[in-house]
């Protein structure tokens, strides 16, 4: 088999690239995807069907961390979807940017040509907003969206939930009371507050919008379009002709057997945070020391392979639910009530399967300690050890861009600016003792109603790994995402622990739940300064945002591909996926990785 372009994973990006580039009738692309297609699948479908994925081999590679020794040695599983659309297929449906800084980092890294203006095109190009009815508008409070600055056209749709919980009213209104409304709308980049969020669903029939059901729908029928499924890649194949090795196609497996796929012009590896790197060390290219552990032939050494893994961290809290008649997806443990809305949403698309909450906010360090129930933990001394002279920092990254920063000073430079939480609900319990089976995580321990927050560490610090631990592609790569290893990750993690009790305290959410947000979801109980450190560690989750592994960055400075997503060392091969971000941005990833995706296009046409 043989086409121009051979494209490694059929996920967010994946796909991304291979509809554009097939957009030309010139030109021809192959798909290797190692899951099947679940487009017509309710299950990936139905917003609210989401977690019913976690876990299940049809749609989730399932992988797990090693135990993370700051987190009091608890395993974290690690969704990611294993279908065409990826983990696109399996997300919270969140449709969110990153800021304005996030993107001009990635500059300030010593990228050229990277920066926010820079990639607002290739963000348009992606999302077509659709606007809500009148109703929803007021109901969930979504007047701050400014809609000429979202995309029209693009193939992925985004709207509100028409659908929605008393809580869905209540959190926007809850962050109002508390004086932290949106500033404006946060696709501008800038905008800090509590809102309601877009959703990646297609309104007309209340279904996820995502990668495999608008940039693969459009372009399946090509004849210069192909996608295998149920193929999974053992290692990108080489030619070695003395000078640079040049990448030639991929080895895939289906069925115990193995093929050969060939590239005439390039190999795309779109693989995933987990899965690139893993491929790119099975295939040569990475820190010679693991390669000869595992008696890989060395092709490239690069010992940036793999680190630089970046991930969003979050801390739960839960409260009971005031009764009666209040609806949590607890309800759905009933067997009775959930057939009865399986049936509504299979017959016309209605129900409570045809919606999911979006209720979110970004905040800044201090906007989450003006209102805390406690006493605000006084982190100044915390950042002053380890960011010595912020605003001296600041400034200089700003005098002389493109400054070859570092992470570290980056992050700093920012510390008081940009969001250092973003906080979210879920209109349920989660059990966060069973991190490690993403299968009851999002189902509290015992019967009864709950509400839980969740509030995510949005620019850590602690960077981690992932790499080969044999060199035989079906076994999984080991990961470690290393979290909470750097000390300000947990402080901050504790400031917003404490913040979160504050917001359950605050009407109208307050009114919703048991005494007034003071009646905690069995396993849970009130933080204060003492406890919430314990707290924090012992019940550590993630946002599912792995990142970071390939990272975009001057080889010096921890690359594995440079600006225009090329791998250093051979020709003919590039990493689009998350694993290029080389600095994690602020909330959820997807938009990121489709701009990227679209960014990368352009390269490629570029040759
Ligand atoms: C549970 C969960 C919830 C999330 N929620 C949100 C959200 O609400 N909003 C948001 O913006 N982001 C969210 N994210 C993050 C976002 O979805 C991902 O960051 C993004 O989709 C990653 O895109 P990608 O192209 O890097 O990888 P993926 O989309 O995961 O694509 C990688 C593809 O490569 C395939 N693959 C891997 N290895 C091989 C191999 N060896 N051979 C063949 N194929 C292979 C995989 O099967 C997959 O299809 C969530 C992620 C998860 C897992």
Known sequence: ERSDYVIIGGGTAGLTIAARLSEDPNVTVTVIEAGEDRTSDVEVLAPNLLTSLYSNPKYDWNYRTIPQVNANNHVLAHPRGKQLGGSSAINFLWWTHASQQDINNWGLLGNPNW????????????????????????????????????????????????????????????YRALGLPPSSDPRDGLALGGYTNLINMDPKTRSRSYAATT??????NRPNFKVITGAHVQRITFVDSGKRPRATGALYSTNGTTHQVKARKEVILSAGAFGSPQLLELSG???????????????????????????????PIGYEVKEPGLFTLDDFANETLFNEEYEKYITNHTGLLATTSAMSGLLSLA???QNTTD?????SKSIESICPDTKKTHTQTHLRPPHPSSQHDLLCASIDTEAIVQEFAFPSGINPQLSNDSSKLFLASTPGNFFSMQGVLEHPFSRGSVHIQSSDASEY???DPNYLSHPLDIKVLEAIALHLQAVAQTKPLSKLLVDGGRKYQPGYYALNASNVEGWVRDNLQ??????????????????????????????GLRVVDASVFPLIPRANLQTLVYAVAERAVEFLREG
């Not at 940039?215 to 399946?220: F, N, Q, S």
């Not at 693991?290 to 032939?297: A, F, N, Q, R, V």
């Not at 993630?542 to 600006?563: F, I, Q, R």
């Open 285 to 315: 290219i990475g820190n010679p020391d693991i390669l000869k552990k595992y008696g890989i032939e060395i092709l490239v050494a690069n010992k940036n392979v793999g680190e630089n893994l970046q991930d969003h961290a979050y801390v």
């Open 542 to 571: 993630s946002e599912y945002h792995p990142c970071g592994t390939a990272a975009m960055l001057p080889k010096e400075k921890g690359g594995v591909v440079d600006e225009k997503f090329r791998v250093y060392g051979v020709d």
């Open 367 to 369: 906007q989450i300690q």
């Open 215 to 220: 940039y693969m729908r459009g372009a399946e």
């Open 375 to 379: 006493d605000p933990l006084d982190l």
């Open 477 to 479: 790569p080991r990961i």
């Open 115 to 174: 920066s926010w203006n820079a990639l607002q095109p290739f963000y348009r190009r992606s999302e077509s907003y659709v606007q809500p009815s009148r109703k929803t508008v007021e109901d969930l409070d979504t007047g701050y969206i400014d809609p000429a600055l979202h995309g029209q056209d693009g193939p992925v749709l985004n709207t509100f939930a028409d659908i929605y919980l008393p809580f869905d009213e209540a959190w926007p209104r809850t």
